[in-house]
């Protein structure tokens, strides 16, 4: 009788311990709650603070495009690099770190070797950079840009880090890059850059 009650155990013990692993998220792809919560509603406040530009929220969700404000402007570090020049002040040299509105997200940074950042604003169809939902996650998780003709590895891209964002996330950055207005790539000397003072 024990070998029997032990080995029912056991079947039960695997069988719940396979149920509850296989309902776990995947790490990095989850889509990790809902944005009603006090941490998410400060992040989406904050985030309609701090942009930049003014915002199309035709169509929108505006709850997600505030959040992605948020992940791109005081997480993400984007502006460096796809804004040329980053800054209308420097604040590295005592500036005070406005972003530069005008080519804001359009890309143009030179890193050598050829490297540019692309503009990430909308195309004519209202998509960042022509890119779908879909294509935009292929390029953030395997580092593959999806854009015609263009099939190499994303070189400065920190895609290894920014890979393991959540669903949420990813729609939130994608969400908030369809809002911002269409710019064109500024001058500038590298990443970080700003505009030169007023003469």
Known sequence: MKPIILGTTAVVG?????????????????ND????????????QQGFAISPV???????????????????????????????????????TGGTGQFNSKNYLAGGVPFGN?????????????????LTLAKFKIAIRTGHDQQPNTGDILQVMPWPIYRF??????????E????????SPGECAGPGDSLPPPS
């Open 176 to 183: 908030f890059l369809s809002a911002i207005p269409p710019a």
């Open 114 to 130: 050829g490297l540019v950042s692309p503009n990430l604003t909308p195309d004519i169809t209202g998509k960042p950079e022509g």
């Open 165 to 174: 964002m959540t669903d949420r996330d990813l729609n939130a950055v994608y």
């Open 54 to 92: 003014s915002l199309n929220l035709n169509g929108k969700n505006p709850a997600l495009v505030g959040l992605g404000s948020y992940i791109v402007n005081a997480q993400g570090g984007c502006n460096d690099c796809h804004t040329c020049p980053s800054y209308s002040s420097n604040p590295y």
């Open 14 to 30: 695997l069988f719940v311990s396979a149920t509850l692993i296989s309902n776990l998220p995947e790490r990095g792809f989850a």
């Open 33 to 44: 709650g809902n944005l009603n919560d006090p941490d998410s509603q400060s992040k989406i």
